[in-house]
């Protein structure tokens, strides 16, 4: 197991996690001035304490923001608040989730390990940065219902949480929506920036294309699977398999939380109306 350390202008970071049948299972982390953005899963505690305590000596870290409620990003929440003695903020949506726990799937704790639950605060539209300049909460649901990036305008960069994660996707979550997610994506590409810290990709440089790449190709993918299901009259396991072929590994690893067949069925939500209309 091999943590990865990240350098990038004003921000460290830290990717840390289980490399598994050839699954990227690295969560990041971010510092940058005095916030910490994110917390990584609670099985990777050690390594994000030493990252922790490292840029506290440093920097003074005196904020901990967290994008949203999955256990990659909020695990380690309620141990850095007693270690660097800070406040932890989160987006409202995810306030009850974080409070009560939630459950999760067999291998989400395998993966990622169990959180302890925390009283978090709710994240302002906007703070201060340590420099003066201003970073900004930009809710971007789709992944989750709950899930905020934050923007740092001066500095060009975008804390994207797990919006981008990868150009084509193959796969979704059971939670997750894709229009929802393509909607998201086009507004946040209405502002300022160049570069994307992604939290499982680490740094990507053109960040702003690589989500411009994404929400094409999922819009072009939602447009086909539109019309194989209202005109062609295709159901959506033959879709499925027609575009993307059979279940992977991530299906069978996952319980089918993660499936081609989510991400198929996800594409023809906005449309629901309409499609009960052609049925
Ligand atoms: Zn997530």
Redesign the pocket.
Known sequence: MSNERITYGPVEGLRAGRYGLGLNLKAACYRIGRTLIDTGPPNQWRAVRRFAIEQDEEHGIDRVLL????E??AGNAARLRELLDVPVYAPEKSLDRLRRGISLETYRWIVWGRPRPIEAEPVPESLTLADGTSLRTLPAPG??DD?VCYLAPAHDLLFA??LYVTRRPEYL?MDEHAPRLIESIHNVLEHDFDTVLC?HQGVVEDGRQALADKVKYMEALCGVVRRRYRYDKLAVPEITDEILGREGMLYWMTGGDFSKHNLIASCLDEVADASAIVD
């Open positions: 994008t949203h409620h999955h990659d990003h992944h989750t899930m949480a797990d979550r939290s």
